[in-house]
């Protein structure tokens, strides 16, 4: 892709819809080889943008779903400590002096490679995407290990040195924001905030990722949608659950919207049942003919 018109065109043929920032965020992310860090609420389209990319540039996509305690053994490597005992046996029978013994046990033959260390294995003939998905999850010393993956797209093991990518990866971070991540981690990051979309954007999205809808209904469930945002909601539906609902509302066979079904089927976008107490019934009313208007 050479220029930012050819990455917007790529990620519409995916039915990706994408504004000329996120697509220029995306192009400089490839053009510079950096990583891309993209933020904002769930559910509006961050992780998606990782694994339409492993589309366009038809390569693996390997995901790192970050967790609280997530840990170096669970997201760079391991050693294979069954394997190590089992070759520790046969070089005793041997007869392998101690320092042969060492260097055959921690070579790379005996790594468990995770998510990050398979990224930038050299065996590969060509990048992978890597998806390092909700960071903000992990905690915060977790952030350590990836600044030298990010800067020089190596990883080093104490016993075998620092392995370096032949072929770096596209790297893709996301965040939810529900904790700060430290500037360290974002100065080696190309950076965009995901906010909700408009109405019409919405609309058009919806119209690519559910096209089974109705055309009356999906307006009416991205009106619905984003009136809803305007609430003081635990949390409010993002454009994931507006799409499940549009899918949802049409296996129905919907037309538009009902006051009845929408209360029947708001577990579909709302997921905390003190939001659901908080709309079904008069509020549901009032919405669907706010939405009926659009």
Request: hydrophobic share 45%; aromatic share 6%.
């Amino acid at each position: 892709m050479n220029s930012i018109d050819d990455v917007m065109q790529a990620l519409q043929k995916h039915q990706y819809i994408a504004e000329r920032g996120l697509a220029t965020a995306i192009f400089l992310a490839l053009k510079l080889r950096k990583p891309l860090f993209l933020e904002g609420e769930a559910g509006v389209g961050k992780t998606e943008v990782a694994k339409v990319l492993a589309a366009i540039l038809d390569a693996e996509l390997i995901r790192l779903q970050c967790y609280e305690g997530l840990d170096i053994n669970s997201a760079v490597y391991e050693w294979n400590y069954t394997r190590q005992m089992l070759e520790i046996r046969l070089l005793e029978a041997e007869g392998a002096s101690r320092g042969k013994a060492l260097q055959e046990l921690f070579s790379p033959q005996f790594l468990i490679k995770r998510p990050l260390l398979q990224a930038i294995e050299d065996s590969r003939l060509a990048p992978p995407v890597l998806l390092i998905d909700e960071l903000d999850r992990a905690d915060e010393e977790f952030e350590a290990f990836l600044l030298e993956l990010l800067s020089d797209f190596q990883i080093t093991i104490p016993e075998i040195g620092a392995l370096k990518a032949a072929h770096p990866p596209v790297v893709v971070l996301t965040s939810n924001r529900t904790r700060e991540i430290h500037d360290a981690l974002k100065r080696r990051c190309i950076y965009y905030w995901i906010d909700y979309p408009s109405l019409d954007k919405e609309l058009r999205i919806v119209q690519a990722k559910a096209p089974g809808a109705a055309e009356q209904l999906s307006r009416q469930v991205v009106a619905f949608v984003q009136e809803l945002r305007k609430m003081e909601l635990y949390k409010v539906p993002g454009v994931a659950e507006t799409i499940d609902w549009a899918t949802a509302l049409s296996a129905l066979n919907q037309t538009d919207l009902q006051a009845q079904t929408v209360d029947d089927t708001l577990g579909v976008i709302l997921k905390y049942q003190d939001d659901v107490q908080k709309v079904q019934g008069g509020v549901v009313k009032e919405l669907v003919a706010r939405a009926a208007g659009v």
